[in-house]
């Protein structure tokens, strides 16, 4: 049997309900003349990708050069996929900035708890990953594929949120 894959652009809706339906996700950043990439975890939420780390090389990179990408996908088969890209500059939410910069990580810290509850508490899991930051989704493309088994409208109404 031969299969015939099909290759679509994912419009805006299904992006945002493939990044509400994870919450595993690789930065990408780029230093001189090496791009590394990391899993992180994350949480979408009102045009945002808020996720946590820890301090390090990542932290000390993206705090010279904000300009990431972002990557999530789901993988069913070979020609069963949907991939999510976003492109942005990273920010680095304070909680001990201005009014409005402790108003974004108050909003930051509600997304990271929502997905890790004791998240920066007394009996967090993770505890050295205490930076919280946020990426804007407005640079977002996705791409998918279906193979004869599974046609693009099957896909799409299968989606988490559709």
């Given at each position: ?6 290759f ?17 996700g ?14 992180v ?90 930076i ?31």
């Amino acid at each position: 049997m031969s299969i015939n894959p099909q290759f679509h652009v994912l419009n805006v809706a299904e992006c945002e309900a493939l990044l509400a339906a994870h919450h595993v996700g690789r930065l990408a950043y780029t230093f001189r003349d090496r791009l590394d990439i990391a899993p992180v975890h994350y949480v979408y939420r009102d045009g945002w990708i808020y996720g946590r780390t820890g301090p390090g090389a990542k932290m000390d990179i993206v705090a010279h050069h904000p300009w990431v990408a972002f990557e999530v996908d789901e993988v069913d088969a070979l020609f069963r996929w949907r991939s999510v890209v976003v492109h942005g500059r990273i920010e680095i939410l304070d909680p001990d900035g201005t009014p409005h910069d402790r108003e974004r990580y108050e909003i930051g810290l509600a997304a990271v708890r929502s997905l890790s509850p004791a998240a920066l508490l007394v009996d967090d899991p993770s505890p050295h990953r205490d930076i919280i930051f946020r990426l804007p989704t407005s640079e977002m493309t996705g791409r998918a594929a279906t193979d004869d088994s599974v046609s693009a409208a099957s896909v799409a109404d299968t989606a988490p949120g559709a």
